[in-house]
């Protein structure tokens, strides 16, 4: 038997050597930029990944998070299920900053539009500079962040008030320029993966038996079977690549990892419910050498990496928006966010959004798998897309 340490340095080492994402690449430039002017830092494009079920959001065009109202810390029990979270800012460019706002701190958003502080997790940064991942599990009951008291992640039940925290330790450094959190539905298991692929490892816990088990760096979670025996990861460069690993809790683990090749490059969303197959959508270079998404929802076998179907998406300008994949609202319907489209090819351009407010409008839909449908359900404003948290989403930054 080795210790916990030497399985997480082996896997450490062992984890696939990837070029960055795009995200991480405008994360490097942002902050070349802050070190040099505030006002110039551009946020990132965000790839956020994850796995949902029904999702009740409250549906307004002005988000309740940033609502110039006294906001109070998260109380110890009593809170109703979650909207959405998000992470504010204080400096803004016109005007006064929302009442009581920490600078980088979460919000969380109940469905009748109550908020609260989540003074106990870690504040980020707009500039990529530091890390705050949050996740909220797919019924809105529970929330996984970084516990700065404690030093690792932890997890609330926020009707109960319960806390448990992961068994080892995380250091901040560990959190690279991307993180990642991936919450089971009943708030048993927690994944952490990060980009770029550092020597620290990835991990997934076992909040109630307390037990961590490495993960091979640089991946994105995207999907976790209900018993958390079973996760899905997926890597986007140097080509999109899909990994299922198999009986993370067994003694031996020899054999249980498979990966595969997707032919072509896509963004891929998140495992659906049965597991049967990988929403994805199509990536295009235009000619402002911008990334622009295809029109259609994508359905990859995560068995086999093969592109299954591919479904025109209908009522949401594919061309016109950013739109991110996020989790499942049920068997067939998968979320998507969208924001109006701001691409420039030099950094000294409009960026998406700036390193202080304003913020910007990010739009909720579903799109139906079979048909390409679309549903509007909500309108939310954040900083950027790495600082709005869907429920059952894997939190990220």
């Given amino acids: 038997m080795t210790s916990l340490r030497d399985a997480l340095n082996d896997v450490a080492h062992n ?7 795009e995200q991480t690449i405008r994360i490097r430039r942002r902050q070349r930029r802050t070190r040099t002017s505030i006002v110039a830092a551009v946020a990132v494009v965000a790839v956020a990944l994850g796995v949902t079920s029904a999702v009740r959001l409250l549906p307004t065009q002005r988000s309740p998070a940033l609502a110039p109202k006294a906001v109070t810390d998260l109380p110890a029990k009593g809170v109703g299920p979650l909207s959405h979270a998000v992470m504010t800012f204080c400096r803004p460019e016109v005007g006064k900053p929302p009442e009581g706002c920490v600078n980088g701190g979460w919000r969380v958003v109940t469905r009748d539009g109550t908020t609260y502080r989540v003074a106990q997790a870690l504040t980020g940064s707009a500039s990529g500079l530091r890390q ?6 797919r019924d809105g009951r529970k929330i996984g962040y970084y516990d700065t008291k404690a ?3 932890a997890v609330r039940d926020l009707a109960s008030g319960s806390v448990h925290t992961a068994p080892t330790k995380v250091p901040t450094d560990w959190l690279g320029s991307i993180a990642h959190l991936l919450l089971s539905d009943d708030g048993r298991f927690l994944a952490f993966t990060k980009r770029p692929p550092l020597k620290d490892p990835a991990m997934v816990f076992d909040m ?16 976790l079977s209900p018993d958390g025996g079973t996760i899905t990861l997926a890597e986007y460069a140097p080509k999109t690549r899909l990994r299922t690993i198999t009986r993370l809790w067994q003694t031996s683990t020899a054999g249980n990892t498979t990966t595969v090749n997707v032919t072509g490059t896509y963004l891929v969303g998140a495992l659906g419910l049965d597991g049967r197959l990988v929403a994805a959508e199509s990536v295009f270079t235009g000619t402002t050498g911008c990334p622009t998404s295809g029109p259609d929802l994508i359905h990859l076998d995560p068995k086999t990496g093969n592109v299954l179907r591919r479904v025109p998406v209908r009522g949401l300008s594919m061309a016109a928006n950013r739109v991110y994949l996020r989790g499942w609202t049920g068997p067939r319907e998968i979320t998507a966010v969208a924001t109006p489209a701001v691409c420039k090819d030099r950094d000294d351009q409009a960026p998406e959004s700036t390193l202080d407010p304003p913020y910007v409008p990010f739009t909720i839909y579903t799109v139906n798998a079979d048909t390409g449908t679309t549903r509007k359900l909500a309108t939310y404003k954040a900083q950027s897309s790495f600082h709005l948290v869907l429920p ?4 990220t930054m």
């Fill in 208 to 223: 109630r038996e307390r037990i961590a088990r490495p993960l091979p760096n640089g991946w994105n979670p995207i999907g």
């Fill in 151 to 153: 030093g690792t992640f």
């Fill in 15 to 21: 984890a696939p050597q990837a070029d960055l994402t």
């Fill in 392 to 395: 059952g989403f894997p939190g």
């Fill in 132 to 137: 705050s991942p949050l996740a909220i599990s």
